[in-house]
């Protein structure tokens, strides 16, 4: 049976980080690709990793380049390209640069696989994934942005946390924007099947909420010189899983949606199905209120920031 080819566009620590997970649940032959003025560090990196092969036991070609050619015809192509936050800097601070960096990825794209999915993974993330499909033309469901993988992975984190239990015991939904327009929907957290307004009170679940808003901005802090990327890497390589394998995962991404909730032609963070074709279904659930003025107010910053990024091109 025929390998998927994926590329990782960026070879930094979400790329890198996210060709190591894909290679070890062998999810296909990988391309490591960055910019020429890294020189021959993706080849590097792909030679470093493939040889850890024997030890973890999975098989896979993988190679570090930075000429497109050698990403002809992918299946899935992820892009993590993009300066990454520091200390005081919010994801929409990056607006200007990645936008540029994100057309430039994504013509060369259109023009190497035009068959791809398109996962995206740099920030601002909305705003990208909106930039990445305008410049390759290609149909919304194709082009999907990971953030609702991370923000849940890090609520259900820190809810396992406070309880003292499973991380696998922990069943959580997160929609809107990626970072503080978030919106957590209690309707569908659950601990053990026990709805989680049973086991933490509001304000204590408030406060993990606001954490899991500012998660990213967390780790920067700490690291100082750098932002998160495991936990991004394994969320993406969930994504290319469920593309790769056809999975029909139904889990949270930031997907086109037009009549969908009403959001009106952009992209949002949604519960939706994922499998060999991209996004094959918005899943719509039935808000309460307050849900859907936080919802509300979510999309409504996605569409500032998108209309900021038009002004700047």
Do not use: F, H, N, W
């Given at each position: 049976m025929r390998r998927a080819k994926i590329t990782i566009v960026g070879a930094g620590n979400v790329g890198a980080t996210t060709a190591h997970w894909c290679a070890a649940a062998e999810l296909g032959n990988i391309v490591l690709l960055d910019i020429p003025q890294t020189g021959d560090m993706p080849k590097g990196k792909a030679l470093d990793l493939r040889q850890a092969s024997p030890i973890v036991g999975f098989d896979a070609e993988i190679i570090g380049t930075t000429d497109y050619a050698d990403t002809l015809g992918s299946d899935v192509?992820?892009?993590t390209a993009g300066i990454p936050r520091k200390p005081g800097m919010s994801r929409d601070d990056l607006l200007t640069t990645n936008a540029?960096?994100?057309t430039d990825v994504c013509e060369q794209v259109q023009k190497s696989s035009d068959h791809a999915i398109v996962i995206v993974v740099s920030n601002p993330l909305d705003a990208m994934v909106q930039r990445a499909q305008q410049v390759t033309g290609f149909e919304p469901h194709r082009v999907m942005g990971q953030a609702g993988v991370l923000d849940?992975?890090?609520?259900?984190?820190f809810l396992a946390m406070e309880l003292g239990v499973s991380v696998e015991d922990i069943s959580a939904l997160l929609m809107g924007g990626h970072g503080d327009t978030m919106v957590p929907i209690p309707?569908?957290?659950?601990?053990?099947?026990?709805?989680?307004?049973?086991?933490?009170?509001?304000?204590?679940l408030d406060a993990i909420v606001d954490r899991t808003r500012n998660g990213g901005a967390e780790i920067v802090a700490l690291l100082?010189?750098?932002?998160a990327y495991y936990a991004p890497?394994?969320?993406?390589?969930?994504?290319?899983?469920?593309?790769v394998r056809d999975k029909k995962r139904l889990i949270p991404c930031a997907a086109y949606c037009d009549k969908e909730y009403g959001v009106g032609g952009y992209y949002v963070g949604v519960p939706a199905i994922i499998g060999a074709s991209g996004v094959e279904r918005v899943v719509e659930l039935k808000l309460t209120k307050d849900e859907r003025v936080a919802f509300q107010k979510s999309i409504d910053a996605v569409k500032q920031l998108v209309a900021k990024m038009a002004e700047l091109a």
């Open positions: 192509v992820v892009i540029k960096i994100m849940t992975a890090r609520y259900r984190t309707s569908c957290t659950s601990v053990g099947g026990i709805p989680v307004s049973q086991l933490i009170d509001p304000e204590r100082k010189t750098g932002s890497a394994a969320a993406t390589a969930q994504m290319v899983e469920a593309v």
